[in-house]
C-alpha cells in the first residue's frame, strides 16, 4: 500500500508537469494545425524527462540532499548561478502562465471573468503549499488530475477514422505548413516535455518524503508510470483536436476550444469531468513551480527549505514563494493574455534546457555523491544523446520564433 500511494507523487509530477496549461494548449494548437504528425515529439519527450528525472531522484534518494543543492557544491557558485538565472526565470514564466491557465479553467466552470479569478488561484496555491502537509498536496491534486483521462475517452467517443489517425501520425493528409513552422511547433512540444521545474520538483519532493537508497525502485516506479501517462494523455489532447478542430480549420486560441471535443463526443458530464481535471493539473502545476522557485533560490543560499519544517523555520524558502506568486499575479492582472504566456514560456523552456540538465548528468555521474549508484554506460549514452538533442533545439528555438512569427 505504501508503494502504490508513493505512486503519487509520480502521477502528481506527470499530471501538473508533463500536463500543465503548457501540454494542454501547445498539444491542441498542434493537433488542430498538424494533426498527430507530431506525436513523435511527445514520445521522445516522455523518454528524455525519465532519463533526467531518473538520475535527478536517483540523487536525492542516495545522497539525501535534492540536486540543486549539489549542483552548486560540485561545480561551484558561478555555474550553479547560471544554471539558476536560466532555470529561476523560466520557472517564474511558467508560474505566471499556471496561474493564468487556473483563472481559465475556473472560468470555464463559472463564466466569471479570469482577471478576478486570478487573485483568487493565487492565494489558494500560497495557502496550499503553507498549510497542507507535501504528502496530501500531492496525493489529491494528481488523482484528481487524472480527470484529464476524459481527453481520452473523448476521442474513442469521437468515432474517429483510425486510419486517417494513423495516416497522420505518418505526416500524411494534412494541410500544407511551411517546414520553419512545423519545427517550431516541435520544438514547443519538447520544451513543453522537459521544463526544467519538473526534475527540480521530482528530486525536492524525494528529499521531502524522506527517500533513501531502499526507495530507488520506487523512484523508478513513479518516473515508469508518471510521465508516459502524462504522455499518453498529451497525445489524447492532440487526438482530439486533429479530429475535432482540424477538419474546420479551427485553430486554438483559447481554453474553452481545448476542451470544445469532449463537450462534443461526451456532452455536459464528460466536460465538467475535464473541467476538474484542468483546475487540478494546473493547480497542481502551480504549486509544482511555486515550490520549485522556492527550491532553487533556497538551495542556492543554503537557506533553510522544504514543508517538513514549520514555515517560520524556514521563513526565507517561503518569502521567495509568495514573492514570485505577487510578480505572477502583477503581470496576469495588467491584461496579457495567459495563452500567449503559455506559448512563449514553452518556448523559452527549451532555451533552458542545456543549463538545466547538464549539470544533472555531471553529478550523477559522480562517486563522491553516488557511490556505486552512479550512471550507467547505457545511462550516460542516453543521456548525452539527448543533450545533443536539447542543445539542438536550444539553438533553435529563438530563431524559429522570430522566422515564424511564434508559430503565426
Same mark, same amino acid.
Request: cysteine-free; aromatic content about 12%.
Given at each position: 500500500m505504501k508503494r502504490l500511494l508513493g505512486v503519487a507523487l509520480?502521477?502528481?509530477?506527470?499530471?501538473?508537469g508533463f500536463l500543465d496549461i503548457g501540454d494542454l494548449v501547445t498539444n491542441a494548437v498542434v493537433g488542430s494545425r498538424f494533426g498527430l504528425s507530431l506525436a513523435w515529439v511527445v514520445a521522445v519527450g516522455v523518454v528524455g524527462i525519465c532519463v533526467f528525472a531518473s538520475m535527478s531522484g536517483r540523487v536525492a534518494a542516495v545522497s539525501g540532499r535534492a540536486t540543486f543543492e549539489?549542483?552548486?557544491e560540485r561545480l561551484g557558485p558561478r555555474a550553479a548561478a547560471a544554471n539558476l538565472g536560466a532555470s529561476f526565470l523560466i520557472n517564474l514564466l511558467t508560474l505566471t502562465a499556471e496561474v493564468g491557465g487556473i483563472a481559465l479553467a475556473l472560468q470555464l466552470a463559472s463564466s466569471v471573468e479570469p482577471r478576478l479569478w486570478i487573485p483568487v488561484a493565487a492565494f489558494a496555491v500560497w495557502l496550499v503549499i503553507w498549510r497542507v502537509r507535501f504528502k496530501i498536496m500531492e496525493n489529491v491534486t494528481g488523482l484528481l488530475g487524472l480527470c484529464l483521462i476524459a481527453f481520452a475517452v473523448a476521442v474513442f467517443l469521437l468515432g474517429p477514422d483510425w486510419s486517417e489517425l494513423a495516416a497522420q501520425v505518418m505526416g500524411q493528409g494534412l494541410p500544407e505548413e511551411s517546414t520553419t513552422v512545423y519545427w517550431y511547433y516541435a520544438i514547443a512540444l519538447f520544451g513543453a516535455a522537459m521544463t526544467p521545474y519538473e526534475v527540480f520538483f521530482f528530486s525536492s519532493g524525494a528529499v521531502e518524503e524522506g527517500w533513501t537508497?531502499?526507495?530507488?525502485s520506487q523512484s523508478r516506479i513513479n518516473v515508469l508510470v508518471g510521465f508516459p501517462l502524462g504522455g499518453l494523455l498529451s497525445v489524447a489532447i492532440a487526438a482530439c483536436a486533429a479530429i475535432v478542430l482540424l477538419p474546420q480549420a479551427i485553430q486554438v486560441e483559447t481554453l474553452s476550444q481545448v476542451v470544445l471535443p469532449v463537450a462534443i463526443g461526451g456532452g455536459k458530464l464528460l466536460l465538467a469531468f475535464v473541467i476538474v481535471g484542468i483546475v487540478a493539473a494546473?493547480?497542481?502545476?502551480a504549486l509544482e513551480t511555486a515550490l520549485s522557485s522556492g527550491y532553487t533560490i533556497a538551495q542556492f543560499f543554503g537557506?533553510?527549505?522544504?514543508?517538513?519544517?514549520?514555515?517560520? +523555520? +524556514?521563513?526565507?524558502f517561503h518569502l521567495t514563494m509568495i514573492i514570485c506568486l505577487v510578480v505572477a499575479v502583477g503581470v496576469l492582472m495588467t491584461g496579457v493574455d495567459p495563452v500567449l504566456v503559455t506559448e512563449y514560456s514553452v518556448v523559452f523552456s527549451a532555451v533552458a534546457l542545456p543549463l538545466t540538465y547538464l549539470p544533472i548528468l555531471i553529478v550523477a555521474n559522480d562517486p563522491q555523491y553516488m557511490g556505486e549508484h552512479v550512471n550507467s554506460r547505457v545511462m550516460n549514452a542516453v543521456g548525452s544523446l539527448y543533450l545533443g538533442i536539447i542543445l539542438i533545439a +536550444?539553438? +533553435?528555438?529563438i530563431p524559429l520564433m522570430v522566422i515564424t512569427g511564434a508559430g503565426a
Open positions: 509520480g502521477i502528481l509530477t506527470a499530471i501538473g549539489i549542483i552548486r537508497v531502499k526507495d530507488l494546473t493547480f497542481g502545476a537557506w533553510s527549505w522544504g514543508k517538513f519544517r514549520k514555515p517560520r +523555520a +524556514a521563513a526565507r +536550444a539553438l +533553435a528555438a
